[in-house]
T-cell receptor, first 114, second 114 residues
Framework: GDSVTQMEGPVTLSEEAFLTINCTYT??????LFWYVQYPGEGLQLLLK?????DKGSNKGFEATYRKETTSFHLEKGSVQVSDSAVYFC?????????????FGQGTELSVKP | EAGVTQFPSHSVIEKGQTVTLRCDPI?????LYWYRRVMGKEIKFLLH????????ESGMPNNRFLAERTGGTYSTLKVQPAELEDSGVYFC????????????FGAGSRLTVL
């Protein structure tokens, strides 16, 4: 079945460091891909998305490119801030599923130190 | 607009007891979803309501879990009797249009079964 695998955390970085969180997926067809973020005490928020191959999603300085050939959707940010400390989830919606169901990875906790 | 509201935010119960989690979706959202994150693993889909009808309940783990959405507004998820492996964070999400709109998530209800 469809699945998402993302790098294990926790990831600890210093402020202004470069961030990469790896995400790969297995799916039939061409799913839509998402990154969600959960800040402490808050709900999951959509960070960015991409719906077809080679699309780049971006928001708040974060970027991810839909790579069909490597079935990947890695999250990157050039300079992280303390306020980026959160848990990041990669997810997909199968192409055949019209019910809005999301399949998530296990989450990666990011801690940014000043 | 008010977001998706879940309560309680944290519940601690003994094995064998009953717990009821509640979700209030965004007003006017016909679609309501329940997800669960257990032991820091991936967030897994439990079920999907469209108004008061269960559209997809393929993720419900067993018959100890009962979800209802009477009147198509708020939803409850009852676990009876609770087992140790039910511990985790239960997320609720809602959307206006099925399969089109991005889901809006609540902050989650953390359940600890001792």
């Amino acid at each position: 079945g469809d699945s998402v695998t993302q790098m294990e955390g926790p990831v600890t970085l210093s402020e202004e460091a470069f961030l990469t969180i790896n995400c790969t997926y297995t799916a039939t067809g061409y799913p839509s891909l998402f990154w969600y973020v959960q800040y402490p005490g808050e709900g999951l928020q959509l960070l960015l998305k991409a719906t077809k191959a080679d699309d780049k999603g971006s928001n708040k300085g974060f970027e991810a490119t839909y790579r069909k050939e490597t079935t990947s959707f890695h999250l990157e940010k050039g300079s992280v801030q303390v306020s980026d400390s959160a848990v990041y989830f990669c997810a997909l919606t199968p192409r055949y599923n019209q019910g809005g169901k999301l399949i998530f990875g296990q989450g990666t906790e990011l801690s940014v130190k000043p | 607009e008010a977001g998706v509201t879940q309560f309680p935010s944290h519940s601690v119960i003994e094995k064998g007891q009953t717990v009821t989690l509640r979700c209030d979706p965004i007003s006017g959202h016909d679609n309501l979803y329940w997800y669960r994150r257990v032991m820091g693993k991936e967030i897994k889909f439990l079920l999907h309501f469209v108004k008061e009808s269960k559209q997809d309940e393929s993720g419900m783990p067993n018959n100890r879990f009962l979800a209802e959405r009477t009147g198509g507004t708020y939803s409850t998820l009852k676990v009876q009797p609770a087992e140790l492996e039910d511990s985790g964070v239960y997320f609720c999400a809602s959307s206006h249009r099925t399969g089109v709109d991005v889901l809006t998530f609540g902050a989650g209800s953390r359940l600890t079964v001792l």
